[in-house]
């Protein structure tokens, strides 16, 4: 019953979006007072049924109801509470629910809190939300229904993935889903301000708090992910350049240009078409990445089956939402006046190239991620495009947006002059060419490529901890100087420590795969690992071998890790469980293989030791601060 109240909920729900597409919208057009203000009711009724049938669907994986054909497909009785409750978007149909629920939310979120947005916009905003609202849950009851029954039931489901089997992946789908969705706010803003012809610096500053909640959810997000992957994968990396990554990564540079045009727009009212055409684009590579994972098209690990319907009202879905809102930019962006004029050498001008090297690490990772796929439907063969392409494509661009990044702060607004700015940029200079020679010195791999990229990070993070002490007076001035940036400072800093991370975890790393049986030891990054055993037993809904490691300690202490080779009934399936123990920055990361069918005791061990890892994730976490800090706004105007 509690499934059928679910499907019913979903059901009504399309049409409260429909009416919420419409009505809106033509009292916007036609002045009706009344009609615009229903806006907010339809939202919040909107997000109320949509919450309602997620969580009938909780309840039917929380009670291992298989008479639901998506618990059936995605729950085991025996599986940990946790997992139950992440089987709802472990699965394509309930991933779908879990976009629309979060779609909804967003829109509930801006009317409740949007008082001073005017009351014919804030109506157009809503309606265009709505029209996604209805375009995804159509495409949900027509092609993907997660309430769809079983007769008779079964006594017994066939449970989730066992890779998906994992705390952190847990949290990471509805985190990385907010901050896609999120996107939909800044485009739904896009839209309401072409309808109008009208973008000032008024509009930036209702718009900025929201580009920068999706883009921190989406930072979080893709950190999650890349840790899960760590971790999880067992093959000793963070990022792969793998297709389904890449379609969270594209948006994500696509934010980040968008939250940076924002500001120039908000500050000094130019760049306005640019900055409504990276909201539209934003949102619609989130629309993208949607389509690459549930179309079928793409090979990859996070990839979900799907049957070609799906694809096809996806890819209509993205090309309607998309072309419709390119086409009414194409009309209106000439109505758009130009806004204020900055001279060459300004912050304006930094920003500005900022976006452009931006949009093109965007568009690369584009192609890269795209071409084989347009190669597999013209049938001109196959290619596999990985990490040596966006390595080889993305580093030269890298060194000239580090300097930008490094140098905008300094800039002064409208006009900066160069002999004050070169004088401000000398110190953390200095300081980046001392550390990259301290670098150079040291008797470590990959030193060209290792010294050159710890002077572009070294750069930006001196320069911008150089331009926090000097705009706060030596930290006696700090109240006097906006959130945001403070914000800026932490998700720049933090944007310094994850290439610097990124560079030495990979070129310094140490990787060994051999065979071991107990008492065996090996040296790896400087330490001893010695092999003690393999331990069987049983999980909640698993067997397990679980091999037995120590290292020592300088205190004279052990340090003991214990990877898992799992085995799962009830998907019959293997999995390897890794080990890692951080030592200080530094993590040793243990994988294991296969056990010698000749002799029991021995099996295939892979170690990895990463150098620095430490930073990188600290970086990534420092990036999604800085976007929540910068949340709240300008406490006080900003002093160039």
């Given at each position: 019953?509690?499934?059928?109240?679910?499907?019913?909920?979903?059901?009504l729900?399309?049409?409260i979006?429909?009416?919420?597409?419409?009505v809106?919208?033509?009292?916007?057009?036609r002045?009706?007072?009344?009609?615009?203000?229903m806006?907010?009711?339809?939202?919040?009724?909107?997000?109320?049924?949509v919450?309602i049938?997620?969580?009938?669907?909780?309840?039917?994986?929380a009670?291992?109801?298989?008479s639901?054909?998506?618990?059936y497909e995605?729950?085991h009785?025996?599986?940990?509470?946790l997992?139950k409750?992440?089987?709802l978007?472990?699965?394509?149909e309930?991933?779908m629910?879990?976009?629309?629920w979060?779609?909804?939310?967003?829109?509930?979120a801006?009317m409740?809190?949007?008082?001073?947005?005017?009351?014919a916009?804030k109506?157009r905003?809503?309606?265009?939300?709505?029209?996604?609202a209805?375009?995804?849950?159509l495409?949900?009851l027509?092609?993907?229904?997660?309430?769809?029954?079983?007769?008779?039931?079964?006594?017994?489901?066939?449970?989730?993935n066992p890779v998906l089997?994992d705390?952190?992946?847990?949290?990471?789908?509805?985190?990385?889903?907010m901050?896609?969705v999120?996107?939909?706010?800044?485009f739904c803003?896009?839209?309401?301000?072409?309808?109008?012809?009208?973008?000032?610096?008024?509009?930036?500053?209702?718009?900025?708090?929201?580009?920068?909640?999706?883009?921190?959810?989406?930072?979080g997000?893709?950190?999650?992910?890349?840790?899960?992957?760590?971790?999880?994968?067992?093959w000793?990396?963070f990022?792969?350049?793998?297709?389904v990554?890449?379609a969270?990564?594209?948006?994500?540079?696509?934010?980040?240009?968008?939250?940076?045009?924002?500001a120039?727009?908000?500050k000094r009212?130019?760049?306005?078409?640019?900055t409504?055409?990276l909201?539209?684009?934003?949102?619609?590579?989130s629309l993208?990445?949607?389509?690459l994972?549930r179309s079928?098209v793409?090979?990859?690990?996070?990839?979900f089956?799907t049957?070609?319907?799906?694809?096809?009202?996806i890819?209509?879905?993205?090309?309607?939402?998309?072309?419709?809102?390119?086409?009414?930019y194409?009309?209106?962006?000439?109505?758009?006046?130009?806004?204020?004029?900055?001279?060459?050498?300004?912050?304006?001008?930094?920003?500005?190239?900022?976006?452009?090297?931006?949009?093109?690490?965007?568009?690369?990772?584009?192609m890269g991620t795209?071409?084989?796929?347009?190669?597999?439907?013209l049938?001109?063969?196959?290619?596999s495009v990985?990490?040596?392409?966006y390595?080889?494509?993305?580093?030269?661009?890298?060194?000239?947006?580090a300097f930008?990044?490094?140098?905008?702060?300094?800039?002064n607004?409208?006009?900066?002059?160069?002999?004050?700015a070169?004088?401000?940029?000398?110190?953390?200079?200095a300081?980046?060419?001392?550390?990259?020679?301290f670098?150079?010195?040291?008797?470590?791999?990959?030193?060209?490529?290792t010294?050159?990229i710890?002077l572009?990070?070294?750069w930006?993070?001196?320069?911008?901890?150089?331009?926090l002490?000097?705009?706060?007076?030596?930290?006696?001035?700090?109240?006097?100087?906006?959130?945001?940036?403070?914000g800026?400072?932490?998700?720049?800093?933090?944007?310094?420590?994850?290439?610097?991370?990124?560079?030495?975890?990979?070129s310094?790393?140490?990787?060994?795969?051999?065979?071991?049986?107990?008492?065996d030891?090996?040296?790896?990054?400087g330490?001893?690992?010695l092999?003690?055993?393999?331990e069987?037993?049983?999980?909640?809904?698993?067997?397990?071998d679980?091999?037995?490691f120590?290292v020592?300690?300088?205190?004279?202490?052990?340090?003991?890790?214990?990877p898992?080779k799992?085995w799962y009934?009830?998907?019959?399936r293997?999995?390897?469980?890794?080990?890692?123990?951080?030592?200080?920055?530094?993590?040793?990361?243990?994988?294991?293989?296969?056990?010698?069918?000749?002799?029991?005791?021995?099996?295939?061990?892979?170690?990895?030791?990463?150098?620095?890892?430490g930073?990188?994730?600290?970086?990534?976490?420092?990036?999604?601060a800085?976007?929540l800090?910068s949340?709240p706004g300008r406490?006080?105007?900003?002093?160039?």
């Open positions: 019953m509690i499934i059928e109240l679910g499907h019913f909920a979903l059901v729900a399309l049409v979006a429909a009416v919420q597409a419409l809106p919208m033509w009292g916007a057009h002045g009706n007072e009344a009609w615009m203000r806006g907010r009711q339809l939202a919040i009724s909107l997000s109320g049924l919450t049938a997620v969580f009938s669907l909780v309840h039917a994986f009670l291992s109801d298989f639901v054909l998506n618990v995605n729950s009785t025996l599986k940990p509470a997992y409750l992440a089987g978007w472990s699965n394509h309930g991933s629910l879990l976009w629309a979060m779609l909804t939310l967003w829109g509930t801006l409740r809190s949007a008082k001073h947005l005017p009351l916009f109506a905003v809503i309606s265009v939300q709505g029209m996604i209805f375009g995804f849950l495409f949900i027509a092609t993907s229904n997660p309430f769809r029954r079983v007769d008779p039931p079964p006594a017994e489901g066939l449970d989730m089997q705390p952190l992946l847990a949290i990471h789908p509805p985190v990385l889903y901050g896609y999120g996107f939909s706010i800044a803003f896009a839209i309401a301000a072409l309808l109008e012809k009208k973008v000032d610096s008024e509009w930036a500053g209702y718009l900025r708090p929201w580009v920068l909640a999706a883009w921190a959810f989406l930072t997000g893709i950190t999650l992910g890349a840790t899960w992957a760590y971790y999880e994968l067992g000793g990396g990022w792969f350049w793998d297709p990554e890449n969270s990564l594209m948006p994500w540079l696509a934010g980040t240009a968008l939250l940076h045009s924002v120039v727009l908000e009212g130019t760049l306005k078409s640019w409504i055409f909201a539209i684009f934003a949102f619609s590579l993208l990445g949607t389509f994972v079928g793409l090979t990859s690990v996070h990839a089956a049957d070609p319907a799906r694809g096809i009202f890819l209509a879905l993205l090309g309607s939402v998309t072309g419709g809102a390119l086409l009414l194409g009309l209106r962006a000439p109505y758009i006046t130009m806004g204020a004029s900055f001279r060459p050498l300004s912050r304006e001008t930094a920003l500005l190239l900022n976006n452009v090297f931006l949009f093109t690490f965007a568009a690369t990772v584009f795209l071409y084989p796929v347009f190669l597999s439907a049938d001109a063969g196959s290619v990985g990490a040596p392409y390595t080889a494509a993305l580093t030269p661009l890298l060194i000239p947006f930008l990044m490094g140098a905008g702060p300094v800039l607004w409208r006009e900066a002059q160069l002999k004050p070169l004088k401000r940029l000398g110190a953390p200079f300081l980046a060419v001392l550390a990259a020679g670098i150079a010195l040291l008797p470590l791999p990959g030193r060209p490529f010294v050159c710890f572009v990070a070294g930006v993070l001196f320069s911008t901890l150089h331009e002490v000097r705009k706060t007076g030596y930290f006696t001035a700090w109240r006097h100087l906006p959130q945001s940036f403070y800026m400072t932490v998700a720049h800093s933090g944007f310094a420590l994850l290439l610097m991370g990124a560079v030495a975890s990979t310094w790393a140490a990787e060994k795969t051999l065979w071991m049986k107990p008492r030891h090996v040296g790896i990054g330490r001893e690992v092999f003690l055993g393999v069987p037993g049983i999980g909640d809904n698993y067997d397990y679980r091999g037995n120590s020592p300690l300088p205190d004279g202490e052990f340090a003991f890790l214990k898992e799992r009934p009830g998907t019959q293997f999995t390897s469980e890794t080990a890692i123990r951080a030592f200080g920055l530094d993590m040793l990361y243990i994988v294991m293989g296969d056990q010698d069918p000749k002799n029991s005791f021995r099996w295939v061990v892979r170690m990895y030791y990463h150098p620095f890892i930073i990188l994730l600290l970086g990534a976490c420092l990036i999604a800085g976007g800090i949340i406490r006080r105007q900003e002093t160039a």
